[in-house]
């Protein structure tokens, strides 16, 4: 699972900044609660993750970047190339980051994404 998004992560918690003008239907709160994201659709995935992490996924954003451990772990991942063991250390290096790194991850490529950021991760 952790594997097949190795590639994004590191852009996870800078990309906010990067997109402007989108929008979602539904809640904007990042909860991923209420609705389908009008980021979805774009057709790549980095380009819908950049957009919904400036309007869907806000807060899972903003609690990600709040933490040293999240960040910390999304900077580890970004190093792996998909190497499962080099993951499974960064998360082992990084435990208090695991549930807002994994919250932030669903959001956006799950939630948010799910068409454009298709077999990026396993949804649950």
Do not use: I, W
């Amino acid at each position: 699972m952790r594997n097949t998004y190795a590639k994004l992560a590191g852009a996870l918690v800078s990309v906010a900044l990067l997109a402007s003008g989108c929008g979602m239907l539904g809640k904007n709160d990042g909860s991923g609660d209420g609705g389908a994201s009008a980021c979805d659709g774009k057709g790549v995935c980095q380009d819908c993750t950049q957009c919904a992490a400036q309007e869907f996924c806000q807060t899972a954003l903003a609690n990600c970047q709040g933490s040293s451990a999240c960040v910390g772990l999304d900077e580890c991942l970004a190093l792996c190339s998909g190497a499962v063991q080099c993951e499974q250390d960064c998360y082992a290096a990084n435990p208090n980051g695991h549930a807002l790194h994994d919250a932030l991850r669903l959001c956006l490529l799950c939630e948010a994404c799910p068409s454009d950021c298709a077999g990026q991760t396993t949804c649950e």
